[in-house]
């Protein structure tokens, strides 16, 4: 039981490059989050979906896209890379419908962008 | 927009001393309140708990109090020790619907002095 898996753990883009992060789960969770944390700032939702085949923006979306095509995955992409995505960002599980409302983190990607 | 914020940004306390970290959320529909603790290069877990139906929770050394009326909450730990030093971030619900959302405060940086 793996629970939450992000991959990759690091990457270095340059500016106005593209790119996929994609966390998978284990726990047939059906609402899945991504986050950006940054210093001083706590995690910030970017967006999240409540089951497979549905996203929605959170609180920070612009520059980024998501898709759900299966249950266990969730994938944040970046479409053309700016400074201010330099970030670690964190993707989160849950299972509201069974009334668990804890997030299980994954472990993180840290991205630079330069 | 709705948000949390989160006192003090550092502490620190002598190993045995209490410590306690404050938060006020302004979302009134706000109805679930975690607590996770982030080690350093870790992903945040979560440590403790509470609904807004209950004002109270105890975990062995750690507890957490919730005001519904003033919309704050706290997180108490007693008989600290060096293992305890971390960053801590609560959260509160956020958003109409079930969705699980969390807004988080900034972070509370706990060290712990043997």
């Known amino acids: 039981n793996a629970g939450v898996t992000q991959t990759p753990k690091f990457r270095v883009l340059k500016t106005g490059q593209s790119m996929t992060l994609l966390c998978a789960q284990d726990?047939?969770?059906?609402?899945m989050y991504w986050y950006r944390q940054d210093p001083g700032m706590g995690l910030r939702l970017i967006h999240y979906s409540v089951g497979e085949g549905t996203t929605a923006k959170g609180e920070v979306p612009d520059g980024y896209n998501v898709s759900r095509l299966k249950k266990q995955n969730f994938l944040l992409g970046l479409e053309s890379a700016a400074p201010s995505q330099t970030s670690v960002y964190f993707c989160a599980s849950s299972s509201i419908p069974r009334g668990d409302y804890g997030y299980t983190f994954g472990s993180g990607t840290r991205l630079t962008v330069v | 927009g709705e948000n949390v914020e989160q006192h003090p940004s550092t502490l620190s306390v002598q190993e045995g001393d209490s410590a306690v970290i404050k938060c006020t959320y302004s979302?009134?529909?706000?109805?679930?309140f975690p607590w996770y603790k982030q080690e350093l290069g870790k992903r945040p877990q979560l440590i403790i708990d509470?609904?807004?139906?209950?004002g109270e929770k105890k975990d062995q050394r750690i507890a957490v109090t919730l005001n519904k009326t003033a919309k704050h909450f706290s997180l108490h730990i007693t008989e600290t020790q060096p293992e305890d030093s971390a960053v801590y971030f609560c959260a509160a619900t956020t958003g109409s619907g079930n969705t699980g959302k969390l807004i988080f405060g900034q972070g509370t940086t706990l060290q712990v002095k043997p």
């Open positions: 726990m047939n969770h059906e609402y």
């Open positions: 509470i609904r807004s139906n209950v």
């Open positions: 979302d009134s529909a706000s109805n679930y």
